[in-house]
C-alpha cells in the first residue's frame, strides 16, 4: 500500500501532528480570507483536508465548502461537522471533483509531493485547474524545501499523546524521508512519509505545464514575505491561465 494511505489513515498521524490545530488553520485561513476578499456562499474546495480544521474555519466565514480527502478515517471524523455549508467525501485529489465550480481550491499543510509517479504530481494540479471557475484561485501551502535541507536533523525523538515518536529523517533522491517508529500497547510500529522535495522554482515549472499563473508569494502563515532560506512554508497563490 502507498505510504501515504497507510499513514495518513491511522489516529498516531494525528497524535504525532496534533500541535497543528484548529487555531493555526484559522490564522492562516483568516488572514487569507482578508488578502482575497472572500464573499458569502463563494464555493471553495479543500483538497486533502484531512479531518477538515481548514474548511470549517472556511464554512465559519460563510462559504460553501466542500473538504475531500483519500483517508476514509479522516473523512468519517470531519463529516461530524457536516452543515448545509459544509460537506465531505473521499475522493481522490488526482482526479477532477467538480468541473469549473470552485472560486477557491485549497491544498493546504504539505498535501501534495506524496506520489511515486512523478506525473501525478501535474495530473492533480491539472485536476485543480479544471475544479476551478476561470476567474478561481488556487492556494497551495508546502514546506518550504530550501530550510527544511538546512534544519535538516537526522534523528529525533517526540513524546507525545503518551507515545514516544523515534524519527529519522534523511534526503534521497530530492525527496524527504522520514521514518517514524513507536511501540503503543506491546506493539511495535513503523510508518514512512515521503515527501518531493518541491522548490519554488519546481512549482513554478509544474504550474505553467498545468496552466495555472503564480500571483502571490507568502513564507508564513502570517503572509509575511518568502525568504527562501529563512521561511518554513512557501505559499502560492495562482489562477487559471
Ligand atoms: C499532511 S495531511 C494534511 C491534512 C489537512 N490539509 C490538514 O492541514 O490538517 C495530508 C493529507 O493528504 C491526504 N491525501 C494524500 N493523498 C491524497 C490524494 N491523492 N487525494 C486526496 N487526499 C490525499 C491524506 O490522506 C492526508 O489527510
Same mark, same amino acid.
Do not use: A, E, L
Given at each position: 500500500m502507498a505510504w501515504y494511505k497507510d499513514w495518513f489513515n491511522s489516529p498516531y498521524y494525528h497524535i504525532l501532528y496534533g500541535q497543528h490545530s484548529d487555531a493555526e488553520a484559522a490564522l492562516f485561513i483568516n488572514n487569507l480570507s482578508v488578502l482575497l476578499g472572500f464573499e458569502d456562499h463563494q464555493d471553495a474546495l479543500d483538497l486533502a483536508?484531512? #479531518?477538515g480544521r481548514h474548511s470549517k474555519q472556511l464554512a465559519s466565514l460563510k462559504l460553501n465548502v466542500t473538504g475531500i480527502d483519500l483517508s476514509e478515517e479522516s473523512i468519517k471524523a470531519a463529516q461530524v461537522f457536516a452543515s448545509n455549508y459544509l460537506n465531505f467525501e473521499v475522493h *481522490? $485529489?488526482?482526479?477532477?471533483?467538480? #468541473? $469549473?465550480?470552485? *472560486?477557491y481550491v485549497f491544498n493546504l499543510f504539505t498535501s501534495f509531493g506524496y506520489f511515486s509517479n512523478p506525473d501525478d504530481n501535474i495530473t492533480t494540479l491539472a485536476a485543480v485547474k479544471e475544479n476551478l471557475k476561470s476567474n478561481g484561485r488556487f492556494i497551495q501551502d508546502y514546506f518550504n524545501a530550501p530550510y527544511i535541507i538546512k534544519q535538516l536533523v537526522g534523528q529525533h525523538e517526540i513524546n507525545t499523546g503518551g507515545i514516544l515518536f523515534k524519527i529519522t529523517k534523511e534526503i534521497k533522491d530530492h525527496k524527504i524521508i522520514k521514518t517514524i517508529e513507536f511501540n503503543d500497547q506491546g506493539e511495535h510500529f513503523q510508518f514512512s512519509e515521503v515527501v518531493d522535495l518541491l522548490t519554488l522554482s519546481d512549482f513554478e515549472f509544474l504550474y505553467q505545464q498545468a496552466g495555472l499563473k503564480i500571483t502571490h508569494i507568502f513564507g508564513d502563515y502570517h503572509l509575511g514575505h518568502y525568504d527562501p532560506n529563512e521561511s518554513k512554508r512557501l505559499i502560492l497563490i495562482s489562477e487559471p491561465i
Open positions: 483536508c484531512g #479531518k *481522490d $485529489m488526482r482526479i477532477v471533483y467538480k #468541473k $469549473m465550480n470552485f *472560486d
